[in-house]
């Protein structure tokens, strides 16, 4: 079975078909099905892996780690289901004395928004493609999903859909809960009809950009959260590099893995201007050359290498490669070049994301001038690091920097890496433009809120209230209840809690 | 002291430079500010009322009603700040055994977004206005605010700020925290500028669509929260219209009050086709003339009330009157007439919102139409409202039409009218489009929500991690907290909830 479709229409018929039956369904029921589904993609990774390594040039550890977190990102998002806080149920007691005035009774419940488009990445073949995390957000949230497959991989992206399908219709879902696309113009196409009512997208800002304007000027504006740059810039202290006999290799290792095709790859790291850094190359031993996704990216990042080694102020740490070979294919080794606060303060190219195993160390003379300069030069980031000594972060030095850091970047990371991103309920993937279209997170249980509204029922009967916001809770959820009364103690602020 | 301000950069520098200041406090010290603020507008509600009856025509029984909503809803803000759920803090423990690899200590926690933009509306010159919802929900959150004024109640604007900006200034905020802007041309440029990070408003579909268009292709998108048109559809069963003899002296009494200058005036009662509603005018008796908010609005209204009266297929229930008094101001009684779902669904005119004192009662013949026909000509509105006896309800013949309320309103109400929205934690006030830009509501505490924006710490040592995130919990707020081990069990979804 393919799940190729043939018209906009059609495919936007059978998700919006298949809307209100999925949304009605028990948790529980849907929960198991996205259990099913993780069980089916693990029976199948084998296979699934084979294509994936063909297709994107990625190494087998690394898509067996991408197939874990794929499948065990479904059995998260089941539990998160079952558990029903991400239903945010309120229940206000009728209040007579309220001080606003007499209050009905008010329930308020998060649901399904409604079809759900997912533009697929080409650099997480699983992990963010067809069953990847925002199919199992949306999935899970009970919005019907049509996935628009990366052009990179489109035998795996068939392979997987035809498991997602064989998977939930296995499982008694609703026909039509989700399909494949292929190709831009039927991706945009969908984006402008009326019946999908979210999007999702993970790929460059120049793109992202575009497609966030349809979604937002259509007749009907809609919802959409695209991923679209990030630079990540790790800064490092003098105690940090004294400490860490393993913090350039640590960084050299985020840099060079996946080839650098990762958004959370260190783009940056700043280090005192007098570390000595010794020979990289010597001390990690240079990484074997590593395929590039696809001949756009590959010819792009040659391009980009060259030109940020050609540019003034620039000097070649670690040389690295980039070649291109049979069938237009690409292959890289790491480069690392270094720049002072100053060239790259003056040299915008440098600030620009360069996807591919480069990254500029930068030295700084002045601790003082980093904040400053982060709030300039990165105003918006998924990751920013800092490696640093306790007693560094202890003296109050670094706290100017580190406020920057978060206000600029969606997770603040010490003394790691921001690539091997988790897959957690406190995991945020998602900062100030460019990094995301807006603050949301596309990694972690929070993603799921995406794909969901808000519905208040005012003195409704308990027959007609949904299963959540029932006195009797027949789903066992968490329910947040504002007794009556409780107005009468406002503003007082007396230590109640 | 007025806070008129000059130029768009001296404005926005003020907001900005006041943003961290501000997110830093202490929650109890930003919610003190917000309850000495309540009390600062109760203090001098009197003469704020004078000035509001003025400039607006509306009654002083509702502007007293307003002021109290007003007041109240900074004090249930302030509420909120200290008791903290609205932060959503979770914490991942570190869990060397996570299943998706090994699990970094993770934590996370919503922030301040930044200086926010509040376009406020002519029709609640307290609630919607200057110190209004969208102020306390902003100022609650951690964010300055600059409010760009109705033109509609200038000098109760004015009025409004100076107390605003001296109570927060008694209070201790930081220096611009609080700005009043005037004129349009202003309000789009500060819409455009780098350092506004969200706007709200609450107006017309077309200046709404405007602005939002304008936020989202900015070169830094932001959110727009935008409240823009609704005609909140009512519908009467055969039952409710023989249970409730005050079924239209209700219906009538939410259309005429503030001259039906509400977002949530129920726009259309659906009663059935043979039903016997008798001389409303006599039942009733005809309310005084209500002034309109302003000459322009007052002149739609008439020019909209004489389209309608002269469609095909209307005929007149309650005739009304409007007429333009002295200095260009409006005066109108309430306007009521009758069409068929045939008329209503052939006269793509009547669908539009009618900002003023005008209903349109349509008569329906089969309850089974009312599923589709709602879908069709009601696809986005703030509230929907079905009257019908627990029987019927029971019965299931409703059960289609409120899927369908609940599908495309905010809030669904039963047995009541939607105007006089209580300021709840499950109140929703936000639909979807054109009822909101976004399903997000602009009353009741989760409107903090819009204002905020999640960051994650990792591996974060104590001494650098926000209180909110602290494992000692100084603010003592509610923090999920997810412990290592548990990834082990998932997917068995075996009765652990």
């Known amino acids: 079975m393919t799940n190729q479709v043939h018209s906009v229409d059609d495919v936007a018929a059978r998700a919006e078909a298949a809307a209100r039956p999925f949304a009605d369904l028990e948790p529980r029921t849907r929960a198991q099905a996205l259990v099913d589904l993780a069980d089916a993609i693990d029976a199948s990774a084998a296979e699934l892996i084979v294509t994936a390594m063909r297709e994107t040039g990625l190494g087998e550890a690394r898509l067996q780690g991408e197939v874990r977190r794929t499948s065990n990102q479904l059995r998260l998002f089941a539990e998160v289901v079952v558990e029903g806080a991400y239903l945010d149920a309120r229940i206000d007691e009728a209040d007579p004395q309220y001080v606003i005035g007499p209050r009905p009774d008010v329930r308020r419940v998060l649901q399904p928004l409604g079809p759900v488009l997912n533009f697929a990445a080409s650099n997480f073949p699983f992990a963010f493609s067809v069953a990847g995390g925002d199919t ?109 006999p393993q913090l350039i290799s640590g960084f050299l290792t985020s840099v060079a893995g996946s080839a650098g095709q990762l958004c959370t790859k ?68 790491p480069t690392v070049v270094e720049v002072t606060t100053e060239v790259l303060a003056r040299t915008e190219m440098l600030l620009d994301e360069c996807f591919g195993p480069l990254s500029i160390l930068v030295r700084y003379r002045d601790t003082a001038e980093l904040a400053p300069l982060h709030r300039r030069l990165f105003p918006g980031n998924l990751t920013s690091t800092l490696h640093a000594t306790d007693a560094e972060l202890d003296s109050g030095e670094w706290t100017a920097l580190i406020t920057e850091l978060a206000a600029t970047s969606g997770r603040v990371l010490f003394s790691g890496w921001p690539t091997g991103v988790s897959v957690t309920s406190a995991m945020q993937h998602g900062g100030p433009f460019p990094a995301t279209t807006t603050d949301a997170t596309s990694v972690g249980t929070a993603a799921i809120g995406r794909f969901l509204r808000a519905v208040a029922y005012q003195d409704a009967p308990a027959a007609v209230l949904p299963m959540p916001l029932r006195d009797d809770n027949p789903w066992n959820i968490p329910q947040r209840r504002s007794a009556a009364g409780l107005s009468q103690d406002w503003g007082r602020l007396d230590g109640r809690y």
């Open 136 to 244: 199992a957000a949306a999935l899970a949230a009970g919005c019907p999903v049509i996935v628009k497959a990366s052009p990179g991989h489109p035998e795996l992206s068939v392979q997987t859909a035809d498991i997602v399908v064989g998977s939930l219709t296995a499982s008694g879902m609703p026909d039509g809960v989700f399909q494949l696309v292929s190709g831009q113009e039927l991706g945009t196409a969908l984006l402008r009809d009326a019946r999908i009512r979210a999007a999702s997208f993970t790929g460059s800002t120049r793109v992202g950009r575009m497609l966030a304007e349809i979604a937002a000027t259509r007749d009907i504006p809609i919802p959409f959260f695209g991923e679209l740059g990030s630079v990540n810039p790790a800064y490092a202290t003098r105690g940090a590099v004294e400490r860490e």
């Open 266 to 333: 260190p783009g940056f790291l700043f280090v005192p201007a007098e570390a000595e850094l010794g020979d990289l190359a010597g001390r990690l031993g240079l990484p074997d050359e590593h395929r590039l996704l696809n001949p756009v990216i590959g010819g792009a990042f040659a391009d980009r290498r060259a030109q940020v080694l050609d540019a003034s102020g620039v000097t070649v740490h670690l040389e690295g490669s980039v070649r291109e070979g049979e069938r237009g294919q690409w292959f890289a080794t």
